[in-house]
């Protein structure tokens, strides 16, 4: 009999079943902000092993309320880890002097994920600039392999490109789209789920290309799929397929396209 249940698993109701039902898909969420879409992924069965920002107060709160305890923080940059130190240190002190000499560190898993004991807590936390780490490198802190994660999500910031032809070409943010590509690249997970940004389908990089046919290019690039099916399946779920549905009226080619852009962009969903 011993060999019957070899593929199966004693799941937390206490109940053995199948090894691929009690094994819930792996989750990486980069840019993770505060764990709006962590906990959405939480709560439809993912386990997200890592969130990854740059942010102390969004590291706390992400923590707090989604974080395992103990939870392993990697910092991209050593010196970050004095930074955070000395912060948290600052914010326990002042929190003692107002509660009269007492202040208790915030604790990894002390708020939602305490309440909800059914879900996996978050066990990697990496803090720090996306830019300067590799996907190997999350895949090795995280003890996984490329081609093992589920879903690699994200909210990757977009306000450093212009809407039709204001830019900045030094913010610093213009790239950061562009590196959560790099890092599905560099992960090879099943599939991704970016955050979608209000006017990202008139948006446009430093060099005045589309900042959604550039990712596609990207992604195209590095094998995740066609560029033509990408650029459709974003435009699709990006609210854009009322501007392929045509009419009566003629315009110029610059009144429709921004004609195109406003109606595109009335109906954006926010996830593509």
């Known amino acids: 009999m011993s060999g019957l249940f070899e593929s199966y698993e004693l799941n937390r109701f206490g109940l053995y079943v199948p090894e691929r039902i009690a094994k819930r898909p ?14 959405g992924f939480i709560q439809a069965g993912f386990e997200v092993i ?30 970050d880890k004095e930074k955070v130190n000395a912060k948290m240190e600052k914010d326990i002190n002042r929190a003692a002097k ?12 002390s708020g939602w994920i305490k309440q909800n004991p059914q879900f996996p807590g978050v066990s990697h936390y990496i803090y720090g600039d996306v830019r300067k ?52 690249l560099e992960i090879q997970p099943k599939t991704m789920m970016m955050e979608n940004v209000p006017g990202i389908l008139s948006m446009v990089t430093p060099e005045g290309i589309p900042v959604m046919d550039a990712l596609c290019r990207v ?15 974003l435009l699709n779920t990006a609210g854009a397929g009322a501007a392929f549905k045509g009419g009566s009226k003629k315009l110029s080619r610059k009144q429709a396209r921004k004609e195109e852009i406003g109606d595109a962009e009335k109906s954006q969903m926010t996830l593509f």
């Open 50 to 79: 890592a969130g990854l920002d740059y942010d102390y107060n969004c590291m706390v709160t992400y923590l707090v309320n989604l974080g395992s305890y103990p939870v392993n923080i990697h910092f991209i940059d050593p010196a």
């Open 98 to 109: 107002k509660n009269g000499g007492i202040a208790t560190p915030f604790l990894s898993g």
């Open 219 to 233: 992604l195209d690039d590095g094998g995740f799929g066609s560029y033509e099916a990408l650029k459709q399946s």
């Open 26 to 39: 792996i989750a990486i969420d980069l840019f993770c902000g505060a764990g709006g879409i962590s906990l």
């Open 133 to 184: 780490i590799t996907g190997q490198e999350i895949l090795d802190a995280i003890g996984m392999e490329q081609g093992e994660v589920d879903c690699v999500m994200g909210g990757p910031p977009c306000q450093g490109f212009s809407h039709a032809g204001k830019r900045d070409v030094m913010d610093p943010r213009n790239s950061l789209v562009f590196d959560f590509a790099r890092l599905v």
